[in-house]
């Protein structure tokens, strides 16, 4: 009995045999049950100081997430942002994937609450992953589907930027989604608080509603559950982030794309006979319209995304799988097994017809001659027929002079040429020294990267020299962004985006540089170390080196200040 009376009197004190910080840890979460939130984030914050003293890392990320929890219920997003990043920097070297789901999950949440689709779209898949390795997902790839429609309200909203839909019509459809994706969040927030995952009282509090909606986002009159209250949260979330009143018009800036072993095509010719007939052996409808049209094809107009306006035509995202649109129908069945393929390569050599003769032998190089022209034949035909289906009888493919190409006169956007135009004005702008515009640009520019360039045709020689053009500028777009953010201070900001240039690059020193310096300038010495050890390993490991003379003396200034 007097132990017991002693324990109460002092609940700071150790249990026996427990590890230091732990005693800190479990009060703060007694404060937090009952509310008192600043009094818990003092002493997660102390407890948090004695785990990284004693290198106790599962000590570490627990107390740098309840933190980032408390942050979040406070309305300090950039704070939480930067407590989760750091709990997550942790996590992701043990071996826990139920952990890392959940706090994937929260991170979601945090960025969604900054208006971050893109970033929100990201975790929630990686929540759905973690969540599913563990047998804990919810059911139904909920967490997927939220992640899907995040990233389709971050596609509109690129719409209306560009000026490629008014402001009004962009608003409707974003609405649309944005009630299917509270339903998707209301469901996982359902599936995380009423199932057994059987964690530590550590993340109890996280999941079963002991941390309400920030109060400044309910209602004046918050609904009497929590199911409600959740509902009115999200919605008030969302009216934070409506659209811009008016698009930004994005300056169209010439972009010259040349490609090797292609050849423009500057003498009509005569169709061969005998493709003609091929052609209605593959199909006899509406086969040779392309040879009727005898179009041209000027390789300084054909299909100018840049100059295209208004949102009718064809949308394309090249940038990880293919996503075609028209108008805003997602063209997503496509008639034969070769005819996505084909339209790859047609896009991406779209300014220079190419002949039958190389497409044949791209596409079927272990056929015979004739039967890899069939083939080719094939699968034009089963191309037409998928934008039939959604476009009529507008023409998308052509057969001119021996070669084919997509129609010049088809009203087209495509990512990838949005993407290097946005990179060579930012670089235009740095170059005179215009830091915002360039910082813009720069956001446009990896706002579009949403994976490797032609990701599904990965080990085709024809899509990698541009593919590698274009992921270092993208690395270029995210270097330049973080070291902006890190100089002004905004360190969550530029942690995601050197995070973002390791998942492309895991040696990148620029970005394990930005990480360390960040890291540090918030006092997390531990976490700073922690990356200037990845990065020691990771080079070892995949090259044999060892960091350069300027990383190491620029970590020793950060340890030796911090000391």
Known sequence: MMHHNHSSAHPMKSRKGEKPGWHLYRRAINLLQQQKWNSA??????????????????????????????????????????????????????????????????????????????????????????????????????????????????????????????????????????????????????????????LSESWAWVHTGLLPPPLPMLTAAPPRSLVQRF????????????????????????????????????????????????????????????????DQFPADTANNSSTTSGIAGLTVYTFGSLRVYFNDTLIDQWEGSRSRSLFRFLIAHRRVPVSKERLAALFWPDSEPDLARRSLHQAVYCLRQTFKRVMGETPVVLFVNGCYALASDLPLWVDADVFEESITAARSAWSRGDIESALRAYGRAIDLYQGDYMAEERYEDWAEERR?????????????????????????????????????????????????GCYAAQGLRHLAVRQYQICVATLKSQFGLSPSDELEAFVRRVVEGMN
């Open 41 to 198: 984030l003092h002493l997660l914050a102390e407890a948090e100081v004695v785990f990284r003293t004693t290198n106790d890392v599962d000590g570490q990320w627990r107390a740098l997430a309840a933190q980032a929890e408390i942050h979040m219920h406070e309305g300090m997003m950039p704070q939480a942002m930067a407590r989760a990043l750091a709990a997550m920097a942790i996590v992701e070297h043990l071996d826990d994937p139920q952990t890392c789901g959940l706090l994937a999950w929260r991170i979601a949440l945090i960025a969604l609450h900054q208006g971050d689709y893109r970033t929100g779209s990201a975790y929630l898949q990686r929540a759905q992953f973690c969540l599913d390795m563990a047998g804990a997902a919810p059911t139904g790839g909920i967490l997927a589907s939220a992640a899907q429609i995040c990233a389709e309200i971050a596609r509109w909203q690129q719409v209306i930027l560009q000026g490629r839909m008014t402001v009004g019509e962009g608003e409707a459809i974003i609405n649309e989604a944005r009630a299917g994706l509270i339903r998707c969040l209301l469901d996982v927030h359902r599936a995380l608080t009423s199932r057994d995952l059987a």
């Open 231 to 294: 509902l009115a949260w999200w919605k008030a979330l969302f009216a934070l982030h409506s659209p811009p009143q008016r698009p930004v018009v994005i300056e169209p800036i010439s972009a010259e794309e040349t490609y090797a072993g292609d050849e423009m095509v500057t003498k009509v010719e005569t169709v061969d006979e005998k493709d003609i007939a091929d052609e209605r052996v593959a199909a006899t409808e509406d086969c040779l319209s392309d040879t009727q049209e005898q």
């Open 468 to 516: 590698r053009t274009l992921q270092a500028a993208y690395l270029e777009a995210l270097h330049q962004l973080a070291r902006v953010y890190q100089e002004r201070g905004e360190y969550p900001t530029a942690i995601m985006l050197s995070q973002r240039a390791l998942a492309v690059d895991s040696c990148d020193e620029d970005a394990h540089r930005v990480l360390i």
